[in-house]
């Protein structure tokens, strides 16, 4: 598998869609695959058969293991867990290899632009944008 790496500076730049929010870089450095092969990934996993159970195994921990499975079985780890307040919904952000940000649903496994969202779900401002 061609892997990337990217850089902080590179992931904060890509991130700046997200306006007027949190986000707290916890690596130096950053891997990540071209978008057909997270097309692949993201088919692979099994996330999106899990049952949503309110309050228990919700939007964000769909969000939390998408990410940590992600490092864990491919070493990927250019995902954000992003805790959307204003929508009142959690999502992750995939940084592509040319420094692109796209949303992904971890309930659904749909990958869409941040310019395609569905503003009542992924608002993108005042969030809390982990990676």
């Not at 099994?46 to 939007?59: A, G, I, M, S, T």
Request: proline share 3%; hydrophobic share 45%.
């Amino acid at each position: 598998m061609l892997v990337y790496k990217l850089y902080q500076a590179d992931v904060l730049k890509a991130l700046r869609c997200f306006k007027l929010s949190l986000k707290l870089p916890l690596d130096r450095k950053y891997y990540t695959v071209p978008y057909r092969k997270w097309l692949e990934l993201i088919k692979k996993d099994w996330l999106d058969h899990k049952q949503y159970v309110k309050e228990q195994f919700d939007c964000d921990d769909f969000a939390l293991c998408f990410k940590a499975h992600m490092a864990e079985e491919y070493g990927l780890n250019a995902v954000a867990f992003v805790a959307d307040f204003i929508a009142g919904h959690c999502y992750n952000a995939i940084i592509l290899p040319n420094g692109k940000a796209m949303l992904f649903e971890p309930q659904t496994d749909k990958l869409f632009e941040f310019s395609e969202r569905d503003k009542r779900y992924y608002f993108g401002w005042l969030c809390l944008v982990i990676i």
